[in-house]
T-cell receptor, first 113, second 113 residues
Framework: DVKVTQSSRYLVKRTGEKVFLECVQDMDHENMFWYRQDPGLGLRLIYFSYDVKMKEKGDIPEGYSVSREKKERFSLILESASTNQTSMYLC????????????FGEGSRLTVL | QQQVKQSPQSLIVQKGGISIINCAYENTAFDYFPWYQQFPGKGPALLIA?????SEKKEGRFTISFNKSAKQFSLHIMDSQPGDSATYFCAASIESGAQKLVFGQGTRLTINP
């Protein structure tokens, strides 16, 4: 079974703190994604990566950065957390190619006070 | 702007009934339309998907109906069961777009026993 693991299920941070969200997949997938889930807005793509050290902006990249130093690990970074970044963050991975199934982690719920 | 619009936001159906969730899209370049199912505390998981060369796809009790001219697609759940209670997301992508899915807003489905 594909497993996408998000190391932190719940985090509480203060405004201005630097936040790291970590994601690891065990299926040797080329593509990895970070989505943000908010009620009434669905899932919105923040960043994705199609190879190590490669990244591409999604629809809402402002205030976020990412790092992919190893194929299995994709990190989302909030350089200076703000209250409007309080949300559920979902990591996903998929085999390379144009379409196909995304495998999601269970999510990291971030609260910024 | 929301490229994929999903309705209703919430839906209550009696056990054994038919659940219907609708989505409409704007970008005519979209050519891959999956549905994801999300249970509380879990990440979304692929349920069923369709490409626009067919008007319908059925897998068990789940059917996608696709209307290319109207730019609409819908999920029908026949003989709905309490275990189907979940949040459902429609999505769309461009086949050349490296799995960059655009999601609808989500529908919270409750099946009453």
């Amino acid at each position: 079974d594909v497993k996408v693991t998000q190391s932190s299920r719940y985090l509480v941070k203060r405004t201005g703190e630097k936040v790291f969200l970590e994601c690891v997949q065990d299926m040797d997938h080329e593509n990895m994604f970070w989505y943000r889930q908010d009620p009434g807005l669905g899932l919105r793509l923040i960043y994705f990566s199609y190879d190590v050290k490669m990244k591409e902006k999604g629809d809402i990249p402002e205030g976020y950065s990412v790092s992919r130093e190893k194929k299995e690990r994709f990190s989302l970074i909030l350089e200076s957390a703000s209250t409007n970044q309080t949300s559920m963050y979902l990591c996903a991975s998929a085999t390379g190619g144009s379409t196909g199934e995304l495998f999601f982690g269970e999510g990291s719920r971030l609260t910024v006070l | 702007q929301q490229q994929v619009k999903q309705s209703p936001q919430s839906l209550i159906v009696q056990k054994g009934g038919i659940s219907i969730i609708n989505c409409a899209y704007e970008n005519t370049a979209f050519d891959y339309f999956p549905w994801y199912q999300q249970f509380p505390g879990k990440g979304p998981a692929l349920l069923i998907a369709i490409r626009p060369d067919v008007s319908e796809k059925k897998e068990g009790r789940f059917t996608i109906s696709f209307n290319k001219s109207a730019k609409q697609f819908s999920l029908h759940i026949m003989d709905s069961q309490p275990g189907d209670s979940a949040t459902y997301f429609c999505a769309a992508s461009i086949e050349s777009g490296a799995q960059k899915l655009v999601f609808g807003q989500g529908t919270r489905l409750t099946i009453n026993p």
